[in-house]
């Protein structure tokens, strides 16, 4: 990115501190962050090297999820939290599938991110690359599901009669404080968004814990946390595999269950993705699943 617009203070745009957003594109390999994101971003993968590959195992999963789910006739995606969309976003997953089985590309898709620098790269990214008749980017905040939901709808990109596959990816391990500036908010979220979505829909989630991973990778999130909750924008929450899966609520979990990151459909994965390895499932410390509204 243009440093010349770090200079900028854009409403809401933090030009101080590193964003988790862009931070997470420069993980990537994208081009949507600032010098301040990259300096942090250098000195966490100089602590914690392993991250940039879970970082890729999350735009893995995303990559199964959305040929698995569109297989099973899903052409509705509402992706909160996307961050900066680069090469293998929602959208294009979706399309790229329909035109390797012989389809007309047919998924809508609506973007959502609270980080306006995000909002206006996804913007541009449509621009160049997407069907505005299809898909769309709004600015909202996860902490404020009733009016995301409104505001999605209002795109008239999505059918709220109809199901929709909500995709919270690498989303709920940011912390997301209540009205009183501490308190985690993000299952409450979660909580009302799944009311919201009709019979039929789709939850999917991928977040990091610090349960069952190796000792070595254990010692290394302490230190990630704390680089993140005194340097970044937004503090680091890691749960248990429990209060994550509680995030599904009642939905009916797909198989094969609870994983990994990359244990998940592992055959589902497109051609056109990049592969990575880890020594064991567990050192990808993403844990990973997927639930199906049924009443």
């Known amino acids: 990115m243009d440093e010349g617009k770090s200079r900028i203070h854009l409403p809401g745009v933090d030009v101080d501190r590193p964003s988790v957003a862009r931070v997470y594109d420069y993980y990537l390999g994208g081009n949507a962050n600032w010098a301040v994101d990259r300096e942090f971003g250098a000195r966490v993968l100089e602590s914690f090297p392993l991250l940039r590959n879970v970082a890729i195992a999350n735009r893995l999963f995303l990559n199964r999820l959305v040929r698995h789910l569109t297989n099973l006739g899903i052409r509705q995606f509402l992706d909160i939290g996307a961050g900066m969309p680069t090469v293998g976003s929602t959208h294009q997953i979706a399309d790229e599938l329909a035109a390797a089985t012989g389809r007309t590309p047919d998924a809508h898709v609506v973007y959502v991110d609270n980080e306006p620098i995000a909002v206006a790269h996804a913007e541009i990214l449509l621009e160049k690359g997407g069907d505005r008749g299809r898909h769309g980017v709004i600015r909202a905040d996860l902490r404020e599901p009733d009016d995301l939901w409104r505001d999605a709808m209002a795109t008239g ?113 497109g051609p056109t993705v990049r592969p990575i390895a880890f020594p064991t499932p567990n050192h990808a410390v993403g844990w990973a699943g997927v639930g199906r509204k049924t009443v």
Not at 256 to 261: A, N, Q, R, V
Request: net charge negative; aromatic share 6%.
């Open 157 to 269: 990109l999505l059918d709220p009669d109809e199901p929709i596959a909500l995709l919270l990816i690498a989303v709920l391990h940011v912390h997301q404080p209540g009205s009183d500036g501490v308190t985690d908010i993000g299952p409450e979220s979660v909580a009302r968004l799944r009311e919201l979505l009709p019979v039929g829909s789709y939850l999917a989630m991928t977040h990091i814990t610090d349960e069952g991973v190796p000792p070595e990778v254990g010692e290394k999130l302490v230190e990630l946390k704390r680089m993140y909750d005194t340097s970044s924008s937004s503090d680091a929450i890691w749960r248990s595999h429990r209060d994550i899966e509680a995030m599904l609520g009642d939905f009916a979990v797909l198989e094969p269950g609870w994983t990994w990151l990359t244990e998940w459909h592992p055959e589902e994965t």
